[in-house]
Structures are given as C-alpha cells and as structure tokens.
C-alpha cells in the first residue's frame, strides 16, 4: 500500500527522502513524488520560501530522473514523499503525491477519506479548483481554509509568515472533519522549519535523529538515517521541527509517546546477490525457522512464556480458539485448524478478518482469538481486533484473550495484543510472502504445543515428536530447495498456460490454496485449489490437455485416496504434476512429473516443507512468463486501507 517518508533537517534532505521511497518500494505503487521547501534569498535577507514539487508515474527512477534535472534540490531541509498504489483516480502523474493548494499547502496521504466527495462538492463550490481526481486533494484544500481563516493575508501578501501552532491548528481543524483512514505529512512554506504529521488507522512513525527527525510509514524506510523510533497511536498529531517535537493526542493534548530502538538491520533488505527479493527470501528460510524457534525451545521442550509471561495462565483457561487473518496468514490459520482440532481435539474456527469484521459474529467465553500478519498494519485484521477489544470492554465477564502472532515488532497489531508472538522471519520485501507463510507455521505449532503441554492433553513424548520434527525442519526446507533445478525444469511447462489446478487432502488443502494463490499472484495465471476428494463435485469438468494439475502427495493415511483422485485426472488427459515424499510411491505414467520433493516429514513438517516446492514453482513460471516478481501489477505488501 501507499508508503510516506518525510523529514525536517540540517542537511539536504531530498536524498535521505529518495531513500525511504526505495525501501518502500516492497510496498506497491504505480506512481511517486517528493516536494521540498526551497528557501531563495542571501542569509542577510527575508527568506522567500517557495514548494518544489516533482512527480513521475511508474518507478522511484523515472522520479529520481526528473529531480536530477531540478537546478536546486540540494537546498530543500524540509519535505515529503510519497509512493503511490491508486485508490481514487487511476495512475497518472497529477494524481501522483504530494497534492498542493495554492503553493502553501503540501500534503502526502496513506489511506481512503470516506466522505472526500462531500468535502469536494462543498470546496468546488467555495471556488477551490481540483487538478486531481484523488481524496487526498480535499486534505490539502481543508488546510489552506483553515490557515488562511487563521492568518487572512496568506495566499494575497507575498512572504507571510504563520506560526508553526497555527499550522498545527488548521491540520487539527481539517482532520476533525475527515471521515476514514489516514497517515499525513503536512508542509508550507509560510511555516518553512515546520512538518505536520497525523494519523488515524494508518500506521505512521517518527525516526529521531540527532538535531532532525523523520516521518514514514514503517521503521524500514528511516533505518539509514535512524534507529530511534516513536509509534504515533491513533488520533496522534506530531509537530515536528528539527529541534523539537509535540505530540497530541485525539482530544489535542500534550502526550508522551515512548521512544523505541528497533532492531532491524539496515543491511537485512539487500539482495545479496540473488535476482530477485522472492528468490532470497524463499533461500532465507531455514535460517528464519532457526531464528523462529531460537529462545522458544529447551531441553526438547515449548517454553510457554515464548508466547508472553501470562500465558500459561491464559491457555489453562481457553476451550476454544478462534483466528482472523487475511490472505497468506489465513492459509496459515487453515493448516492450525487441522493441528489443533486433530492433535488437541481443541475447537479452532478461522475466518477471513475482512469478512469477520462485518458481520455479527457470536464469540464465546474462553476463546483464544489469535490475529496473524506479517506487517502487523493489516487494516481488516486490525479492525477486527479492535471489534474484539471493544467488546471486552463492554462486557467485562467475559475472557477473551488476544494473540498476535507477527514479525514486526513495532507494529500496530503487535501493540494491541494480549499476548504476542514475532515471528522474526526478518524482512519480506516481496510482494509474495514467503518466509513470512513459513514462520507463521512454525509459531502456530509452538502455539499448539505450549496449549497442549498447559492443558495436559498433550503428553511429552508427542511434544518430543513434533520438538524433533521443527528442529530438523530447516534441514528438510534446504534438502527441498535442492530440487530447484528440476522444478525451474518444469515450471516451463507453464509457458502457454492460462489455468492451474492445485489439489491436496488434509493439511495440504490449505498448501494447495497457498500455492495457487502464489502462482496468480506472480505469474498472472488464473488458478484454484480444491480439496482433491472434491473432483467429482464440478472441478473435474475442466481438466483437459490444456490444464496443469499440480497435486501434494504426502506419505500419509490419505495418500492412496489421492492416488485414486489423480488416475481420475490422468484418465481425462490432464497434465499431472505431483509434488510427493519419497515414500508415496506414485507412479510417474506418460502424463505425470512427479517430484520426490522431501522424505520422512511429519504431520507438522510436511505443509511447511511441501510448501517450499510451490514457492519455486510459483517463481520460475513468473521467470518464464516475463513478469514483475516482487512488485506484481495491482497488488500491494501491506493492505493497510480497505
């Protein structure tokens, strides 16, 4: 989604800004911008302060290009920048951030403002002129009324001057109007040593320097420049100037905010020699799990108090578990629905937090509602937490405790949460999760073993078991990712096709819909997942020459189901790829590729291991397709708006 990077200096500030918008490219967008307060004049003289603005459709370098024209961007200490993923108006250069009223009002904005429409018709009436079709125009517009009310002369006497409060008060006076979502980063030039930020279910941070700080939308676009951090909460308006910074609540008062230091590493979002983010993230695996389970395993044992220090009191307690997730982290909460139920015979529903959120849900006593995310700023899943949180508060007889399982510290989710858990995959840069799927599965089965070990419905030779098998997992991923070959071999198969067919059984179901969800994602080739015991229910009619079936064939009780769901396949000319353990036996016939993927996984390894081959399938057939692997059209890293 949008990202914002902003900042108020000593030094030039257009290349730290440039920066972030790089390290926000992960993001998603279609098109960038950047506007600075340039200061005219000798020092002996009264400044003459004027907004530069720059803006290019398409990639940061189209925008990098355009600044490297400008004559005098080396001079700008105040500005912000934006990157761009179209909500309202479609990807064109003036609808591109920041949005400017007459030349004394600059605005960025992450989010959707409900009500922009309304605002619009009444500002159009007012004499206000649009050269956007985008919400954001209206914040700009709403300012310049305000300031101008506050300082009439603005805008008709050249040079004048307002205080940086009363830029404050306009913001605070526009914001109170705005109905929706938003992250903004405010500048004038009558108020030239001076950046306004806001923020109301977007998430927004503030990096101190030294002498200097810093706007963006997540820690990762500040880390050159910065690892000292301030979470703006909601309702939070930031007056910031390089020597100084007021923070005021929802109700504008003063507030305290506690100042973080992050521990993510500037270097961790490099390529290190790899073509592509996905490519190394999908090889950064086995190290993410060790980073995953270092800390939260002893002596062959789940430390319970991983998941946070009232958790062995919380799990006593729970008779159900409930998870909301979206996308990816749904998938992950499919695959624990089947360990939970099966292994702790313990309730578990999962539901797509977009839909939670909007329907009356009946939640009973004693439920563990468990969120996942990578970035911790999804907006569905936050709202449905908060939905959650609010009816705690109103019926405080009830225990409903929260767990967030996350990898990013400092995020939104994270703060909110009863308990957490982080996944410390490290950072995902592509669009496709990968690292992130994986970590999320190895928390979810540290989570069923630290509830079945405090319930007592677990005994220690099955947490032995499943101990054993996550330790030997990131084994298992590198002997998988050792078939590269062979599976980039296949994936050119995919060439002239426009349809996949993904099927598994039991755990590999959610493994199927993870894996077809990759390869729409990247590749842009339309795919479904069903459960293969469903063929016979209507899928069946589309298999043809012409259609790929790619099938899990793990070595378990369901396997010679499977085998006898693709001889259904194979008798109707469908084109069978199987991924399978060693030990499955399935024969390879004139229409069969069958990968021998990994061997001797368990209940638990197996989703995660035979999830990797999907993950290289999904990338090899984008290689051969042509397309953007790690920024795929339309889709963004963190769906941080509806």
Wanted: net charge negative; proline share 4%; with cysteine.
């Amino acid at each position: 989604m949008c990202g914002i990077v902003g900042g108020v200096a000593e030094r030039n500030i257009s290349t730290i800004l440039l920066e972030g918008l790089k390290r926000l490219e992960y993001r998603g967008y279609d098109s960038s911008g950047m506007a600075l307060l340039k200061v005219n004049g000798r020092k002996d003289e009264t400044p003459n302060v004027e907004i530069i603005r720059y803006r290019a459709l398409g990639k940061i370098a189209s925008l990098q290009q355009k600044m490297q024209s400008g004559s005098q961007t080396e001079r700008g200490r105040v500005g912000i920048a934006h990157t761009r993923w179209a909500t309202h108006g479609v990807p064109s250069e003036n609808n591109a951030h920041p949005h400017i009223c007459n030349n004394q009002v600059a605005v960025v904005h992450n989010g959707i403002i409900e009500n922009y429409q309304a605002l619009k018709t009444l500002q159009i009436a007012a004499g206000y002129r649009f050269t956007s079709q985008t919400d954001t125009e209206v914040i700009a517009h709403c300012i310049y009324h305000h300031l101008q009310a506050i300082v009439p002369s603005l805008g008709q006497i050249k040079g004048v001057q307002a205080t940086p409060v009363e830029l404050l008060q306009a913001v605070q006076k526009t914001l109170s109007l705005l109905e929706g979502a938003y992250a903004i980063g405010v500048i004038s030039p009558c108020t030239p040593d001076t950046l306004i930020a806001a923020r109301k279910g977007s998430p927004l941070v503030i990096g101190v320097g030294f002498g200097e700080y810093f706007i963006a939308s997540d820690v990762s676009a500040l880390l050159p420049v910065t690892q000292r951090f301030i979470f703006l909460e909601e309702g939070d308006v930031a007056l910031i100037q390089k020597d100084a910074l007021q923070i005021f609540d929802v109700n504008g008062c003063l507030a305290e905010r506690k100042e973080v230091l992050s521990q993510q590493s500037v270097s961790a979002s490099g390529l290190n020699g790899h073509r592509h983010y996905m490519h190394k993230e999908i090889f950064e695996q086995p190290q993410a799990v060790v980073d995953t389970l270092e800390g939260r395993i002893a002596n062959q044992e789940v430390l319970v108090d991983s998941f946070g220090a009232s958790a062995a009191q919380v799990f006593e307690r729970i008779s159900q578990v409930q998870i909301i997730a979206c996308g990816t982290s749904y998938h992950a909460g499919l695959v624990a629905k089947y360990w939970f139920e099966d292994i702790l015979r313990l309730p578990c529903q999962v539901e797509v937090a977009s839909e939670y959120r909007y329907r009356n849900p009946v939640i009973a006593n004693n439920t563990l509602v468990v969120t996942i995310s990578q970035s911790g700023e999804t907006a569905d899943t936050l709202a449905a937490l908060k939905q959650i949180q609010a009816l705690k508060d109103s019926r405080t007889e009830l225990f409903i405790p929260t767990l967030t399982i996350c990898n990013v510290p400092e995020s939104s989710l994270i703060r909110a949460s009863d308990l957490t858990f982080l996944t410390h995959a490290g950072p995902e840069i592509g669009v496709a999760s990968t690292k992130a799927f994986t970590t999320q599965l190895v928390a979810l089965a540290l989570l069923l073993v630290a509830i079945g070990k405090t319930q007592k419905c677990l005994t220690a030779h099955r947490e032995g078991l499943i101990v054993k098998g996550l330790i030997k997992l990131p084994g298992l991923i590198s002997d998988c990712l050792a078939h590269e070959a062979d599976i980039k071999l296949l994936a050119q198969s995919f060439a002239d096709k426009h349809h996949a067919i993904f099927l598994g059984r039991g755990t590999m179901y959610p493994i199927a819909m993870e894996g077809a969800l990759k390869l729409k994602e990247i590749s842009y080739i339309h795919a479904e997942a069903y459960p293969a015991g469903e063929l016979k229910h209507g899928p069946l009619a589309l298999i043809d020459e012409t259609m790929p079936v790619i099938a899990i064939a793990p070595h378990d009780e369901l396997i010679e189901k499977l085998k006898s769901n693709l001889q259904e396949v194979s008798a109707r000319g469908g084109q069978m790829i199987v991924f399978e353990d060693e030990r499955s036996g399935v024969s390879s016939e004139s229409n069969f590729n069958v990968i021998k993927a990994t061997t001797n996984v368990g209940r638990i390894t197996a989703p995660i291991t035979f999830n990797i081959a999907l993950q290289l399938l999904s990338y090899h057939v984008a290689l051969i397709k042509g397309t953007d692997v790690d920024q795929p059209r339309n889709l963004a890293k963190s769906v941080t708006v509806e």
